[in-house]
């Protein structure tokens, strides 16, 4: 059975035999209406891309040692800042403990420069004792600062050391390969796990010769949901700057709004490249009735309402295309269900 038969079927059935058309005042309308206008549209060209993680990393160990614990595998999610690995740390520690017993030694000998630096000032300025001596607690009291200075590195550094040995996510994202096993010796850059955030996605699409200038001009995508959703409009565009020898298209990064739902790296999606504009028939989404793959608007003219079956085109925001099946100028019901209700109401009181 083809479409507009069965269009017609599904409105007779919903509403009735008097459902085709009744009269209707302006005064009496229960619903707002709208009328179909031409307005300037985008023309967009739909090409194929691919979605890939903007963030994909490997992480590697900074510091010696062995393998002491794997928190995370491969596909496990893992939050930004979570630990995914422990190295074997007592030398670090150890390591940090030596530094900390240094620090508290040049702790004690500084303050004990300090102090004799004060008494010999103090004598120095009521001229008791001589220039040399003078210069001789100032050259020691700057010597146990320095040594004071260093001691405090040192444990800064040993700390940075033993911090190396849990090594944490850097972003949140999924484990996509995990280099190490259980008890194997690192070194440093030794690769451990490599993964890729959701958070941040673009999709990459090759945009063909004749099309890269307008898609440049206009600097515009939209990206369709694999789920059938409204389009995503793209965050920005990335050109590379010279095309494939072999196939003469442009590889375009279309970089998507951060944490976007319902993408995953690998995945085949459509995009819409705007490449011009044209002036097309439209009407507010909300006044389109869509049952299934019949779409109708209730069009009201010469004080009568009629359901009329229309073939509708792109969406543009809270605007629908209208291909085929309405005129410019026409009014049509802005509320189809209110409109629908008071068509079976008046074929109900025509039946009586």
Do not use: C, W
Not at 232 to 257: G, W
Not at 269 to 294: H, N, S, W, Y
């Amino acid at each position: 059975m083809s479409t507009p038969i069965r269009a017609m079927l599904f409105f007779m059935i919903i509403h009735g035999p008097f459902a085709a058309s009744t009269l209707l005042r302006a005064a009496e309308r229960p619903f707002p209406v709208t009328e179909a206008q031409r307005q300037i549209l985008p023309d967009e060209q739909i090409l194929d891309g691919v979605v890939e993680a903007v963030h994909r990393s490997t992480v590697s160990a900074q510091t010696a040692g062995r393998v002491e614990k794997i928190m995370v595998d491969v596909n496990d999610f893992v939050p930004q800042g979570a630990p995914i690995i422990r190295i074997r740390n007592i030398e670090q520690r150890a390591g940090l403990d030596q530094a900390q017993a240094a620090l508290r030694e040049t702790q004690a000998r500084f303050i004990e420069a300090e102090a004799e630096y004060q008494r010999i000032r103090g004598v120095y300025e009521r001229k008791l004792v001589s220039k040399a001596q003078m210069d001789s607690a100032t050259a020691a009291f700057n010597a146990a600062k320095a040594r004071l200075e260093a001691a405090q590195a040192g444990v800064a550094q040993a700390k940075e050391s033993l911090g190396y040995t849990t090594i944490s996510a850097p972003y949140s994202g999924i484990v996509l390969e995990r280099h190490v096993a259980l008890g194997e010796s690192v070194q440093p850059g030794t690769p451990l796990m490599t993964g890729f955030s959701l958070d941040a996605l673009r999709v990459i699409a090759n945009v063909p010769q004749r099309l890269i200038g307008p898609v440049r001009q206009y600097n515009q995508a939209r990206v369709v949901p694999p789920n059938g959703g409204s389009p995503i409009a793209a965050e920005k565009l990335t050109f590379f700057p010279y095309a494939d020898p072999q196939s003469n298209v442009f590889k375009v990064r279309v970089y998507l709004p951060p944490k976007t739902a319902g993408f995953y790296p690998g995945m085949f999606v459509k995009t819409a490249f705007r490449v011009g504009e044209d002036e097309r028939l439209t009407i507010p989404r909300a006044a389109l009735a869509q049952r299934g793959e019949v779409s109708a608007v209730y069009v009201v003219k010469d004080d009568r309402v009629n359901l009329r079956q229309v073939r509708p085109g792109r969406i543009a925001g809270d605007q629908v295309e209208i291909l085929a099946g309405l005129d410019a100028g026409e009014t049509v019901a802005l509320d189809p269900i209110r409109a629908g209700v008071y068509l079976k109401e008046q074929a109900r009181a025509g039946g009586h």
